[in-house]
């Protein structure tokens, strides 16, 4: 297996208060990372030096999003909040009511967008007045930014909508599964994977459905395109289709049950939930590295830097390179 062999060396590890449900933020020459603890701490991303953090009154489950030379972070109960934030300190510009929220915000065209309840609220990104809000039927859960000045959002019961701020009802919308949906723009098209196990693509556009498949196990994130191919993870198999008809091209099963997947070159890193990072291809699958305890978020991977946080609240950043593969992690 020479031609799949990666190699992961542990550049640093950085210790926060508590563990994180969100992968972190890359943005240039930092890292935002998000964490229980309450806490947004903004690393160095050379050598993962802290250089700043904001404490507010609730754990956070989503990573920041970085807009227009801003961080957007949510804040849920008991606060409620989506702040703007200064790259430099971490100084509040502004903040604003929000309600209940997604757990994944979105940010695009100068616009923030969170939920609210059965709605979606948009908020101008340097001022933080509100600028549209777009009702579904059902309780928003999740956005993206889709480009053009769309967005999209869904529900936790299957439901996605393409909207815009300027617009009191979506462009469209589709009931895709009765379950939790993980969505991906990549190419005009609107990539949804389901807990259900349906995977479909939609024209970003109209709304038109391109195709639709059943993988037969239920989805577990959202799909990650890598040239003409998609990653799909579900629990316990990573599924790769093609982009243009959803056909499986293969799939691989790393052994324990799947927490996301990022994608490397032409090769997708799988984080399982037993502290097992893996690489696969179409060549076949093989241990990039093991943490101490259990992988806490799915990885990220930033050109050749991989970052992923472990069981101890650490977020280590490890660097990937042709090799034999090497165990990482400090004790």
Same mark, same amino acid.
């Given at each position: 297996m020479?031609?799949?062999?990666?190699?992961?060396?542990?550049?640093w590890?950085?210790k926060?208060?508590?563990?994180?449900?969100?992968?972190?933020?890359?943005?240039?020459?930092r890292?935002y990372?998000?964490?229980?603890?309450?806490?947004?701490?903004?690393?160095?991303?050379?050598?993962?030096?802290?250089?700043?953090?904001?404490?507010?009154?609730?754990p956070?489950?989503?990573?920041?999003?970085?807009?227009?030379?801003?961080?957007?972070?949510?804040?849920?109960?008991p606060?409620?909040r989506?702040?703007?934030?200064?790259?430099?300190?971490?100084?509040?510009?502004?903040?604003a009511?929000?309600?209940?929220?997604?757990?994944?915000p979105?940010?695009?065209?100068?616009?923030?967008?969170?939920?609210?309840?059965?709605?979606?609220?948009? *908020? /101008?990104?340097?001022? +933080? @007045? !509100?600028?549209? %809000?777009?009702? =579904?039927? #059902?309780?928003?859960? &999740? $956005?993206?930014?889709?480009?053009?000045?769309?967005?999209?959002?869904?529900?936790?019961?299957g439901?996605?909508?393409?909207?815009?701020?300027?617009?009191?009802?979506?462009?469209?919308?589709?009931?895709?599964?009765?379950?939790?949906?993980?969505?991906?723009?990549?190419?005009?098209?609107?990539?949804v994977?389901?807990?259900?196990?349906?995977?479909?693509? *939609? /024209?970003?556009?109209? +709304? @038109? !459905?391109?195709? %639709?498949?059943e =993988?037969? #196990?239920?989805?577990? &994130? $959202?799909?990650?395109?890598?040239?003409?191919?998609?990653?799909?993870?579900?629990r316990?198999?990573?599924?790769?289709?093609?982009?243009?008809?959803?056909?499986?091209?293969?799939?691989?099963?790393?052994?324990?049950?799947?927490?996301?997947?990022?994608?490397?070159?032409?090769?997708?890193?799988?984080?399982c939930?037993?502290?097992?990072?893996?690489?696969?291809?179409?060549e076949?699958?093989? @241990?990039?590295?093991?943490?101490?305890?259990?992988?806490?978020?799915?990885?990220?991977?930033?050109?050749?830097?991989?970052?992923?946080?472990?069981?101890?609240?650490r977020?280590?950043c490890f660097?990937?390179?042709?090799?034999?593969a090497?165990?990482?992690?400090?004790?």
């Amino acid at each position: 297996m020479d031609a799949l062999t990666v190699a992961a060396v542990l550049v640093w590890s950085f210790k926060a208060g508590a563990p994180a449900d969100a992968p972190p933020l890359v943005a240039g020459d930092r890292v935002y990372y998000a964490a229980a603890d309450k806490r947004v701490y903004a690393l160095r991303l050379d050598d993962g030096e802290k250089l700043w953090s904001r404490r507010f009154k609730a754990p956070l489950p989503a990573a920041p999003v970085v807009e227009g030379g801003l961080i957007y972070q949510y804040v849920p109960y008991p606060e409620g909040r989506v702040y703007a934030l200064r790259p430099a300190d971490g100084k509040k510009v502004w903040r604003a009511a929000a309600g209940p929220g997604v757990v994944y915000p979105a940010a695009g065209a100068g616009v923030v967008a969170v939920g609210e309840e059965a709605a979606a609220v948009f *908020y /101008d990104g340097l001022s +933080g @007045e !509100e600028v549209g %809000r777009v009702r =579904l039927e #059902e309780d928003v859960v &999740g $956005a993206a930014y889709g480009g053009g000045g769309l967005f999209l959002i869904w529900s936790g019961a299957g439901l996605i909508a393409a909207v815009r701020p300027s617009e009191d009802l979506p462009i469209w919308e589709a009931k895709v599964a009765s379950s939790g949906l993980y969505a991906a723009v990549t190419a005009e098209r609107v990539n949804v994977a389901a807990a259900s196990g349906t995977f479909t693509s *939609y /024209d970003l556009r109209t +709304g @038109e !459905e391109i195709w %639709r498949r059943e =993988l037969g #196990e239920a989805l577990a &994130g $959202a799909p990650v395109a890598v040239d003409d191919t998609l990653f799909v993870p579900g629990r316990r198999t990573l599924f790769a289709c093609g982009a243009a008809d959803g056909e499986p091209l293969w799939a691989v099963e790393p052994g324990g049950n799947v927490v996301g997947i990022a994608a490397y070159g032409l090769r997708a890193v799988v984080a399982c939930e037993d502290g097992r990072v893996w690489v696969a291809a179409p060549e076949g699958t093989e @241990e990039l590295l093991r943490l101490e305890r259990y992988a806490a978020m799915p990885p990220t991977v930033a050109a050749d830097l991989l970052l992923i946080s472990d069981g101890r609240k650490r977020l280590n950043c490890f660097k990937l390179g042709q090799g034999p593969a090497l165990s990482g992690g400090k004790k």
